[in-house]
């Protein structure tokens, strides 16, 4: 997703829900928004674990053992945009 410098795609972020130890994102697509997705973004390891769209579905990876020296964040209050 481009808000991680990663591949522009169809879908926005359109709301965000604590889940465990991390961050579910529903998305929706630009063009048509019946279409729609989740994301789910880990607060303890700060990377994107899981990805599913119509179109694209990147399951759901363990990170157990995984080993970081990145720093913990705590989830700060979602912004909503100017942009729609």
């Known amino acids: 997703m481009r808000i991680w410098g990663g591949m522009a795609d ?3 972020v359109a709301g965000a829900e604590l889940e465990g130890e ?3 994102l529903a998305l929706v697509s630009i ?3 019946r279409f729609t997705g989740s994301a789910f973004v880990s607060t ?4 994107m674990t ?3 769209t119509p179109a694209r ?3 759901s990876t363990t990170l157990e053992g995984f080993r970081t020296n990145a720093p913990v964040l705590p ?4 912004r909503r945009s100017a942009h729609r």
């Open 10 to 12: 169809d879908f926005r």
């Open 50 to 52: 899981e990805y599913v």
């Open 44 to 47: 303890r390891y700060g990377i």
């Open 22 to 24: 991390g961050v579910r």
């Open 75 to 78: 989830p700060r209050p979602c």
């Open 57 to 59: 579905t990147f399951p």
């Open 31 to 33: 063009e048509d928004p």
